[in-house]
């Protein structure tokens, strides 16, 4: 990973020398903003950076943190900034797919921005057998909704995990009676797809650099709850309902996203969707001085927590780094399921 972060860094130097000629670039703070609230895996990645990136560039680098509308709020703020190389903005997939998503986006994805550089590769595909009815997206999305009844799915690291095929770190078993672990140019690799099947000419394989990434990711998530929780004296059995927010939060297994450790081993009826409660606050804001009223009195009543600054949250992330965590006793039901299936050693 630092090798990607120094090419970052090169990039921001790049863009201060261009944008501000009049003086020594960085000559004041930079701001790193992030489309996020703090805690999540985007938040973690901004502030494993924005301490080299300081100490690299003699300059404070600040991460901010601006929630809301899928990304598209802070994506819009950035937008608006000056081109001076002080505010940077850290995305992710949502800033690739928020074209697609919403109509009236008050930005350009592809002018309004200037590429810097790759800080952590998290992939993301779609696959299928040759002889499956769609041959792409859209004919995917027709075929899913035609056939919802007869439609199951599975999430490939809880898969993985619960099988044996990797070890609590995330690192694949040699010696496995299968041609899908083999090693690979990047070490151990699982072949997803094999050559003939994929439809590009070559292997679709997860690695255990990919594997590293998501459990980073889940790690930070979980960090936040469990941080959150104790900062206040409460356990995860005084949750009577756990709110999943966001547009895409809906298409979270919540099952298997316990078995991997991202979410609480709690009952499953205690999870709930909202969907974009960004875009839903703001409308309902917006069309009652009511509700207006109200936001503005729970907004009163929060309490901010820095995670960046909050000792108990590193060292929660740094438990979490296991599926599903260090301490298995957390995950009683990811417990239970183990010793049902045999294959994973408790």
């Not at 790049?14 to 938040?43: C, N």
Request: aromatic share 8%; proline share 4%; charged share 20%.
């Amino acid at each position: 990973m630092s090798r990607k972060i120094s090419v970052l860094l090169g990039l921001v130097l790049a863009v201060g020398a261009t944008t501000a000629q009049a003086e020594k670039y960085p000559s004041r703070v930079i701001t790193l903003v992030v489309p996020f609230s703090a805690g999540g895996p985007t938040d973690t990645v901004a502030r494993m950076i924005a301490q080299p990136m300081s100490k690299t560039l003699g300059q404070t680098v600040i991460v901010e943190n601006i929630g809301g509308a899928g990304g598209t709020i802070a994506a819009a703020r950035v937008a608006r900034a000056n081109p001076d190389g002080y505010t940077i903005f850290l995305h992710h997939i949502g800033q690739a797919t928020s074209a697609t998503l919403y109509k009236n986006l008050t930005y350009n994805v592809l002018t309004d921005f200037e590429p810097i550089g790759l800080v952590t590769p998290v992939p993301m595909t779609i696959i299928a057998r040759k002889d499956f009815p769609a041959k792409d997206a859209k004919e995917f999305i027709t075929y899913v909704k035609a056939n919802k009844d007869k439609i199951t799915y599975g999430n490939a690291l809880a898969e993985m995990y619960l099988t044996g095929v990797i070890d609590q770190k995330g690192k694949f078993r040699e010696g496995l009676d299968t041609p899908r672990v083999r090693r690979g140019e990047n070490g151990l690799e699982y072949v997803l797809v094999w050559r003939v099947e994929s439809g590009i000419d070559k292997e679709i394989t997860l690695t255990e650099v990919d594997i590293d990434n998501l459990i980073r990711a889940k790690g930070a998530i979980y960090a936040g709850f469990t941080t959150l929780i104790g900062e206040v004296g409460m356990t995860f059995e005084n949750i009577d309902k756990l709110y999943i927010a966001g547009g895409f939060g809906r298409y979270i297994d919540v099952e298997r996203a316990i078995t991997i450790g991202m979410l609480p081993d709690m009952p499953v009826g205690k999870f709930e969707y909202l969907g974009n409660t960004s875009v839903t606050g703001a409308y309902l804001v917006l069309l009652s001085d009511k509700l207006r009223e109200e936001a503005e009195e729970i907004a009163k009543k929060m309490t901010y927590l820095e995670l960046s600054v909050c000792r108990p949250f590193m060292d929660e992330y740094m438990s979490a780094l296991f599926l599903p965590h260090t301490n298995i006793d957390s995950f009683p039901t990811v417990k239970r399921l183990l010793s049902e299936v045999g294959n994973v050693k408790i």
